[in-house]
Nanobody, 116 residues
Framework: QAQLVESGGGSVQPGGSLRLSCAAS????????MNWYRQAPGKQRELVAR???????NYADSVKGRFTISRDNLKNTLYLQMNSLKVEDTAVYYC??????????WGQGTQVTVSS
């Protein structure tokens, strides 16, 4: 049974940093594209960053140069290093594992709040 568990969220001041983690179990992690999404109140869920099985990465324009996605296939863990955080980064952040339409899994989300 696939399970994704996020951790590392919290409250931070603008300009601060956080590192999110997503521990995966029940899937062949190294074969999955792994994604971080976020959803702010009243807004649609949006893709923040993606890392493919070959470690290629993509970022939303709003986080380029500030966020770094990475994966450790030995630990079955996905990371998101978030630096220079802005108020508009406030959202619930979700981990997603995608192989195909039948094998697409989500974590429960972790809250990130950026405020002064």
């Amino acid at each position: 049974q696939a399970q994704l568990v996020e951790s590392g969220g919290g409250s931070v001041q603008p300009g601060g940093s956080l590192r999110l983690s997503c521990a995966a179990s029940g899937i062949s992690f190294k074969f999955y594209a792994m994604n971080w999404y976020r959803q702010a109140p009243g807004k649609q869920r949006e893709l923040v960053a993606r890392i493919l099985d070959n470690s290629g990465t993509n970022y939303a324009d709003s986080v380029k140069g500030r966020f770094t996605i990475s994966r450790d296939n030995l630990k079955n863990t996905l990371y998101l290093q978030m630096n220079s955080l802005k108020v508009e980064d406030t959202a619930v952040y979700y981990c997603n594992a995608h192989f195909d339409s039948q094998r697409d899994y989500w974590g429960q989300g972790t809250q990130v709040t950026v405020s002064s």
